[in-house]
């Protein structure tokens, strides 16, 4: 299955509620949002029938998002299931850290492999302002019990936005050296419409870079895949490795292996998308799995996004795109 630019599906990012318990500045800065209907979610059947479709269409690796996943009631459960599907070479969870240390054993038996954790920040009143309402203690918490119970790698994704917390980017690089964590930093993106985005907010990897240079000799070794995300750096003394993430400045459209499946059963096709295809509707019309499969085919098949691309081409042209309708992060998953 590929898309106009012959790019395969490979990962689906699998997103299991928009609820969350948190209201950061970056992803949900919305005073009022129309949740998801609780009748309107993907039971954990529908989840994983669509599942084993998309992998016999030749996804592998598979990250549960929201929202905050956590959240979903019973998510072992669905692990386990996934877990089991013939084909699924990797499952990982993404989650704000909150709930994790209370979960992270039963999420490492039921067959979770690794965790990334979004943490932006160190400093617990930094921290406050930026979730809006998180307590920084707890999610330090789940860190390391996540390690403990033997996930691997725990990651550390920390969103970078100037005039918010570029002064953190050395203290969470001592931390994750110091406790084995891996760790990405992320460019700040325009994802959805409500984050009042600007070009001066976006703090580009070359500047992160130079900023670990102050303190950590590194050596850039790339992407281990194309379909990756982070751009990895080796420290030269050996204590480890810092990836970091550049939709903005160096996109990597390219090489998108990334399928999307909101909690109320729409297929996404771009993290910047306006708009999915309905398989819930399949699911609950009666459709066969080849017609399903078929759906899913069609809608990958025209795929033809490459917003990053278009948005940096923009940028070094000294323009913007106009503006036009997109998912919220919290609705669309990371």
Known sequence: MHDQYQRPARDLRLSVTDR???????????????????????????????????????????????????LRRNLEDLIARLTAIPGVRDLCLTTNGSLLAERAERLRAAGLQRVNVSLDTLDAEKFRRITQRGEL????????????????????????ERGVNEDDIIPLARFSLEHGFA?????????????????????????????????????E????????TAVRYHLADGRGDIGI?????EPFCA???????TSDGKLVTCLFSAEGYDLKA?????????????????????RRDRYSEER?????????????PRWEMIRLGG
């Open 20 to 70: 969350c318990n948190f209201r950061c500045l970056y992803c949900m800065p919305l005073p009022d949002y129309a949740w998801v209907e609780r009748k309107e979610l993907l039971t954990f059947e529908e989840i994983v029938r669509l599942t084993r479709l998309f992998v016999q269409l030749g996804v592998e690796k598979i990250k549960l998002t929201g929202g905050e996943p956590l």
């Open 137 to 160: 203690g707890r999610v330090l918490e789940g860190l390391f019990e996540a390690k403990r119970v033997g996930l691997h790698p725990v990651k550390i994704n920390a969103v970078i």
């Open 183 to 219: 760790l990405r930093f992320i460019e700040y993106m325009d994802v959805g419409t409500a984050n009042a985005w600007r070009w001066e907010k976006v703090v580009p990897k070359a500047e992160i870079v130079r900023i670990l240079m102050r303190e950590f000799p590194l050596r």
């Open 221 to 228: 070794i790339g992407r281990e895949h194309e379909s990756d």
């Open 245 to 249: 993430i550049a939709s903005v400045t």
């Open 255 to 261: 090489g998108c292996t990334r399928v999307r499946l």
């Open 282 to 302: 399949l699911l609950r019309g009666g459709a066969s799995d080849e017609e399903i499969r078929a759906a899913i085919s069609r809608v990958w098949g025209a």
């Open 312 to 324: 940096w081409e923009a940028l070094r042209a000294g323009r913007l795109l106009p503006p036009r």
